[in-house]
């Protein structure tokens, strides 16, 4: 079966240090990874999507970049932390198909980011 | 932009009653999806309907989909206190490419024992 492993659960980093979120995928291969971010309350923004190594394509112009230097490993890291990156980060994955519209995502437990 | 919308964005109600959300979108779809979020986790796939399709169940789920009124709406029926969570609906544009999915902000469901 597949997993999704993404750590840390829980990061409280001070502004202006970087940061580095990592996400592995288990048990599928070439899968389709993302990073959401999610406001308190609020729905899921998408930041990134990639299809493949070092294929990322970014939905929001932000402080925040990604990396997959791996089929199944994707990174979210930003150089200076703003007080605005705090929030709840998720990682997803879902099937590489001939039809991707129809696969669902398979989401992460978070990690939950203080900026201080 | 958020795709689609979720109303009411809170809802309490006594377990064994019935819970109703809907989802309402502005743009066509290929698909739409139902996800449940406890707090503080991730986010569960729970269903998803393909615009063909009117209506789908899965155990105590069920859900709609109008396309021409651009509407979904998720029933919970004889809800228990673990279905207390957020509920969000997600759709994916004809055009969008990829899976990319885009959420609304949820309805947070509180059933009470």
């Known amino acids: 079966s597949q997993t999704i492993h993404q750590w840390p659960a829980t990061l409280v980093q001070p502004v202006g240090s970087p940061l580095s979120l990592e996400c592995t995928v288990e048990g599928t291969s070439n899968p389709n990874l993302y990073w959401y971010r999610q406001a308190a309350g609020r729905g899921l923004q998408l930041l990134f999507y990639s299809v493949g190594i070092g294929q990322i394509s970014s939905e929001v112009p932000q402080n925040l970049s990604a990396s997959r230097p791996q089929d199944r490993q994707f990174i979210l890291s930003s150089k200076k932390l703003l007080l605005s990156d705090s929030g709840f980060y998720l990682c997803?994955?879902?099937?590489?198909?001939?039809?991707?519209?129809?696969?669902?995502?398979?989401f992460g437990n978070g990690t939950r980011l203080t900026v201080t | 932009s958020q795709q689609g919308e979720e109303d009411p964005q809170a809802l309490s109600i006594q377990e064994g009653e019935n819970a109703t959300m809907n989802c309402s979108y502005k743009?066509?779809?290929?698909?739409l999806q139902w996800y449940r979020q406890n707090s503080g986790r991730g986010l569960v796939h729970l269903i998803l309907i393909r615009s063909n399709e009117r209506e789908k169940h899965s155990g105590r789920l069920r859900v709609t989909l109008d396309t021409s009124k651009k509407s979904s709406s998720l029933l919970i029926t004889a809800s228990r206190a673990a279905d207390t969570a957020s509920y969000f609906c997600a759709t994916v544009g004809v055009s969008g490419g990829y899976n990319k999915l885009i959420f609304g902000a949820g309805t947070r469901l509180a059933v009470h024992p």
């Open positions: 743009t066509s779809i290929n698909n």
């Open positions: 997803a994955w879902s099937r590489e198909t001939s039809s991707s519209y129809n696969s669902p995502l398979h």
